[in-house]
């Protein structure tokens, strides 16, 4: 399956826009920076990056249900002993 990458508008609304914008902006930069110390880290203990995108959205959601059940339990499992 091929990565597409798409843009989402986000309506922001209010007397503080600037700063609820700010915060978002934030909020992401915080969010991209731990995605890759998380990856970087099970490249140190592993050997090798977790890229998948299913496999990256699963260790955010309550519950996998994925194609990729037998990676995500692995992925899971080594993340939480660590």
Do not use: T
């Not at 969010?31 to 990856?39: A, D, E, G, R, V």
């Amino acid at each position: 399956m091929p990565l597409v990458k798409r843009v989402l508008s986000i309506r922001i609304a209010g007397k503080e826009r600037k700063q609820k914008v700010r915060k978002l902006l934030l909020d992401l930069a915080h969010f991209k920076n731990l995605l890759i110390l998380l990856i970087r880290r099970y490249r140190e203990l592993y050997g090798y990056y977790p890229l998948n995108p299913s496999l990256l959205y699963g260790l955010l959601a309550k519950e996998y249900k994925g194609k990729y059940q037998k990676e995500f339990s692995e992925l899971l499992q080594n993340v939480e002993l660590d």
